[in-house]
């Protein structure tokens, strides 16, 4: 990435995360340009470089916020990980992520379009678990399709991410990560009917 690209980034960024901030004060047809760009620090020139309108910077919000909402590693996590009685480092380092962005993320939650934010966050979630379940395992060795359990999975982790951010409750965000992730686990073991036993005969199979 240039410096020139990385400039304009930036720039996105600061309007983005004006308008969202001041979403969180006061009804989004009382906010202007004016108010953003203050907010932001920069110029009506340098908004309008950057986007025609006040919708069209609340529409690059939504695609900022689904970008940045990541529940797990950013690459795929291999079968053993996923049957590993461990929560991946991947999942706790986005738990973390997502309890800096704590305040950010509960403001958008509240806002008149949350739910088709969260909506976009579930379908990017589980179109990644699926592709995940797809290089881990056969599909065919699984009792539940495999968009069946993304879907199911990634819907319940954004339900408990919500109930964490509004409750505000005293859980870390590794515990958060390794209790969902022990949920995970039990659901992707029974679909494919594991067993403890059967996961240490396999264990042995592959060492030898």
Not at 14 to 32: G, K, P
Request: hydrophobic residues 40%; charged residues 30%; positive net charge.
């Amino acid at each position: 990435m240039t410096k020139t690209d990385r400039r304009v980034q930036r720039t996105r960024e600061r309007l983005q995360n004006a308008l969202i901030e001041l979403i969180s004060e006061c009804r989004y047809d009382a906010i202007t340009i004016q108010n953003v760009v203050d907010r932001a620090n920069v110029g009506r020139t340098t908004f309008y470089l950057h986007y025609s309108s006040k919708d069209e910077l609340f529409v690059s919000c939504h695609e900022a916020i689904v970008r940045d909402f990541h529940f797990g590693s950013l690459f795929p996590i291999s079968r053993d990980e996923l049957l590993s009685p461990k929560a991946p480092l991947g999942m706790v380092s986005a738990y973390r992520h997502l309890e800096h962005k704590r305040v950010l993320l509960y403001s958008i939650f509240q806002g008149k379009d949350s739910l088709l934010i969260l909506r976009r966050i579930r379908d990017r979630s589980a179109q990644e678990i699926e592709a995940n379940l797809r290089a881990a395992f056969a599909e065919s060795d699984s009792t539940i399709p495999f968009e069946v359990l993304a879907n199911y999975l990634a819907g319940a982790q954004i339900a408990l991410v919500q109930w964490w951010l509004e409750k505000r409750r005293p859980h870390t965000p590794e515990k958060v990560a390794e209790s969902f992730y022990r949920l995970q686990r039990a659901a992707i073991r029974d679909a494919f009917a594991q067993t403890d036993n059967e996961r240490h005969v396999s264990d042995s199979e592959r060492s030898r």
